[in-house]
């Protein structure tokens, strides 16, 4: 079974430019989530999505930050402008039920972006 | 609003030895699940053990046991036997069983060192 799988690893940029970021959850699981993890600290919940539908997005900074998962698959999330306080992990995660039982979320290798 | 602390920013351990990580969680609901994850420098998430509050039993999974103590919200991990590949990262999170969302809160982290 393929993972969750990310793109870029890494990604530098400057103060003000703009950035996207991909994810491919494992086929079949419905639930993905985008974690902000900045260094020495634990990962934050961004948003997480149902299907295509956005279920939590309140630790999402919507003047900056968006997401998005056409046809209930892929994501995108994007920052624009990014500020130097976004340099971080982000960090995509998967899992086939949101609310009962203990599916575990399942998570790709993060994508480190530095901003200058 | 829950939360989860970590008291030992890190730890260190000989190998073949045995360490206990420890972490305190601050909750208002009756059911949840509790979780270690290991992060090692690849960023890749692990999950280690799960348990779940409804449970009295401690879960177990090879070397790695926990001590689930409900009333006094602690969750501690023992790695027995460490390895040098046990070397990582480490992470408490607390998930709500009844909330519409599924998020990870996560503590901010033990860093595990094992010594030949």
């Known amino acids: 079974e393929a993972g969750v799988a990310q793109s870029p690893r890494y990604k530098i940029i400057e103060k003000r430019q703009s950035v996207a970021f991909w994810c491919n959850p494992i086929s079949g699981h419905a639930t993905l989530y985008w974690y902000q993890q900045i260094l020495g600290q634990g990962p934050k919940l961004l948003i997480q999505f149902q299907n295509n539908g956005v279920v939590d997005d309140s630790q999402l900074p919507k003047d900056r930050f968006s997401a998005e998962r056409l046809k209930g698959v892929d994501s995108t999330l994007k920052i624009q402008p990014a500020k130097l306080e976004d340099s971080a992990v982000y960090l995509c995660a998967s899992s086939s039920e949101h609310r009962t039982g203990t599916y575990e979320q399942y998570f790709g290798p993060g994508t480190r972006l530095t901003v200058t | 609003a829950q939360t989860v602390t970590q008291s030992q920013p890190e730890m260190s351990v000989q190998e073949a030895e045995t360490v206990t990580l420890s972490c305190t969680y601050d909750t208002s609901e009756s059911d949840y699940y509790l979780f270690w994850y290991k992060q090692p420098p690849s960023r890749q998430m692990i999950l280690v053990i799960r348990?779940?509050?409804?449970?009295?039993q401690n879960a177990t999974e090879n070397r790695f046991s926990v001590n689930f103590q409900k009333a006094a919200k602690s969750f501690s991990l023992k790695i027995s036997d460490s390895q040098l590949g046990d070397a990582a990262m480490y992470f408490c999170a607390y998930r709500s069983a009844w909330t519409s969302g599924s998020r990870l809160t996560f503590g901010e982290g033990t860093q595990l060192t094992v010594n030949p």
């Open positions: 348990q779940e509050a409804y449970k009295q």
